[in-house]
């Protein structure tokens, strides 16, 4: 499995992103994979997961302001997110697993990130 993320940038605070990350070797369907971040400072962050058993919750800190999709087409699993505060500054990455449930992926593939800035 290998994934790659696209569409970090530098914006405003109040303004929007799309993030994507392009899935090989696993249907997005099939398997568990999920948006995370690192802000500098802080330890690594679960954005949200997707699985076979539906998709988890999303995290506190970006609740009301991300929608997470996947994309059957082009194979990505895709972030949007509004509303963003210059908190969200930081890496965020794509991981992704051939296992269906993601209790069991214990060793998913990570994508090297895209750096999101944003500015007051």
């Known amino acids: 499995v290998r994934v790659a993320e696209s569409g970090g940038g530098s914006v405003q605070a109040g303004g929007s992103l799309r993030l994507s990350c392009s899935v090989s070797?696993?249907?997005?369907?099939?398997?568990?994979m999920g948006w995370f971040r690192q802000s500098p400072g802080k330890a690594r962050e679960q954005i949200q997961t997707?699985?076979?058993?539906?998709?988890?919750s999303v995290a506190e800190s970006m609740k009301g302001r991300v929608a997470m999709s996947i994309d059957i087409v082009k194979n990505t699993l895709d972030l949007r997110m509004n509303a963003l505060k210059p908190e969200d500054t930081g890496m965020y990455y794509c991981?992704?697993?051939?296992?269906?449930?993601?209790?069991?992926?214990?060793?998913?593939?990570w994508g090297q990130g895209t750096q999101v800035t944003v500015s007051s």
């Open positions: 991981a992704a697993s051939d296992k269906h449930l993601c209790k069991d992926a214990a060793n998913p593939s």
């Open positions: 070797g696993v249907f997005v369907g099939r398997g568990c």
């Open positions: 997707v699985s076979t058993s539906g998709y988890s």
